[in-house]
């Protein structure tokens, strides 16, 4: 048998090294199959972008273990694992980030790549150079400044509509609703009220895009012009305003407006943001007598809400039990006054004495409207602190289709409406103040209600009678 020939020794006699055994193949962790990789193509562009932000942060967190790791094995036993890599994006999609206002709506999921590439890709086109990138980008760029063909032409003017993007119809679970980007860019400016997300509203919104009432916004910080935005409060009048709708309304146009600000997270669809609209409505929608005390509630829930977009705060679950069981209680008290001002216009009325010949006082005892007794004081009418006369309380004016007016026939200096006293700056106006002054032993937060007059303002209340003479009694 032939023998082995050994290796060929070196030169001055040193065994040549041991070969290193070859590194472990790389596992993938993006496309770690042809399903996974035909669904990563199916991503819509505002998808990819998402998904390769996310990936971004993931890869930067792996280097950073890595590197601990190999400054610090003792303190970082486990090492950063390889780098994932990122979905695949058209640079012919990638366009669409050059618009300043499609850029706009994509910023919340554009990755530090991305927007280095936009800023470069800016830079150049203003020096006016083809920027230095891809070939299939600068086809790409060609084909925008090139003449279009016939068949392109008839696409683009008549907005042929593609197929290809319908969904199939799922019994029983509806369609999802995209919302349209003239809604964020309005929300960019202004508060979007809450009936504008019920269901049917957004399809309005969605089938007469070209044709709502639009204004022009001032340029927010960092932006040299304004866009146009939906003019909230003209189509307000024809989709509703805070406070119109009803519970199972509320809760419905809730789900959606909770969708739409995930969207504008920009930490993704569980981010922090998101996750306080969660935690706000699901407060309002998991109590046990949601439906019973909705109309006290429904203007705590608009107050936090437009309290958290002028001052963000964190969500407190505290805070928002407080204010709901003062709704609640504040709610029982005014139903006793309305229920006192009812029972005072049922109570019988008599003739004044000598208005006819054969009129009798009544004999004590006799029927519900015999005089109490000489211990009891004999209740008087009731009187209203909005308009000062006698024989109604407020509530009496809170279906009032005109302005209400005080005896002379001068308007009355406060308003009163949805069981609320308001003064013309739009303060809301404590009601037990007005009537019992500092005897009242309000338990509403200091700032929440005005201590003032209801009938001029001034610092002192209605019954004490000291801008207005007292009415006479009834």
């Not at 505002?46 to 792996?62: C, I, M, T, V």
């Not at 013309?424 to 404590?430: G, K, Q, S, T, V």
């Not at 201590?451 to 209340?461: A, N």
């Amino acid at each position: 048998m032939a023998e082995i020939d050994d290796p060929p020794a070196d030169p001055q006699g040193v065994a040549p090294p041991v070969p290193a055994d070859p590194p472990p193949p790389r596992v993938p962790r993006t496309h770690i199959n042809p399903e996974v990789i035909q669904l990563l193509k199916d991503l819509p562009f505002y998808g990819k972008l998402e998904k390769n932000k996310q990936l971004e942060a993931e890869n930067s967190a792996r280097t950073v273990a890595k590197l601990n790791h190999r400054l610090n094995q003792e303190a970082y036993p486990d090492d950063g694992s390889d780098l994932a890599s990122l979905v695949t994006i058209e640079e012919g999609d990638l366009i669409q980030l050059l618009d300043d206002d499609l850029r706009a709506h994509y910023r919340p999921v554009m990755s530090i790549a991305v927007t280095k590439w936009v800023a470069d890709t800016q830079k150049a086109i203003a020096e006016g150079e083809h920027p230095s990138l891809k070939r299939a980008f600068n086809v790409a760029v060609a084909d925008v400044t090139k003449k279009t063909s016939a068949e392109e032409a008839r696409l683009a003017k008549r907005r042929c509509m593609d197929g290809s993007l319908q969904m199939p119809r799922v019994i029983g679970v509806p369609a999802t609703i995209i919302f349209p980007q003239t809604l964020f860019d309005t929300e960019n400016c202004v508060s979007i009220p809450l009936p504008f997300f019920l269901n049917k509203n957004l399809r309005y919104i969605i089938d007469k895009a070209a044709t709502l009432p639009t204004i022009k916004s001032n340029p927010l910080a960092g932006e040299t012009k304004g866009i146009s935005i939906i003019d909230v409060e003209k189509l307000s009048a024809s989709l509703g305003r805070e406070g119109s709708l009803t519970c199972s309304q509320w809760t419905e146009a809730a789900f959606q407006m909770y969708r739409f600000q995930q969207e504008r997270d920009s930490e993704g669809p569980n981010g922090a943001f998101a996750r306080w609209y969660s935690d706000h409505f699901n407060f309002f929608n998991t109590q046990l007598d949601r439906d019973e005390m909705y109309p006290s509630w429904k203007v705590v829930e608009l107050e936090l809400r437009q309290e958290f977009r002028s001052q963000p705060t964190n969500y407190d679950a505290a805070h928002y039990v407080a204010r709901y069981e003062l709704a609640k209680s504040e709610s029982r008290i005014l139903s006793r006054f309305e229920s006192l001002g009812k029972s005072d216009r049922d109570r019988p009325t008599y003739p004044a004495r000598g208005g006819g010949s054969n009129w009798k006082a009544p004999r004590p005892g006799n029927g519900p409207g015999s005089f109490p007794s000489g211990s009891q004081r004999n209740s008087l009418p009731p009187c209203c602190i909005l308009c000062a006369q006698r024989g109604h309380s407020v509530f009496h004016h809170n279906n009032d289709t005109a302005p209400a007016k005080f005896d002379d026939g001068k308007p009355t200096w406060a308003k009163f409406s949805n069981r609320t006293l308001r003064a013309p700056d739009n303060r809301e106006i404590c009601i037990r103040y007005n009537i019992k002054g500092d005897r009242s032993e309000c338990t509403h937060p200091k700032d929440e209600r005005a201590h003032i007059c209801s009938f001029c303002g001034k610092l002192h209340f209605a019954f004490s009678w000291s801008c207005r003479s007292r009415p006479a009694d009834i």
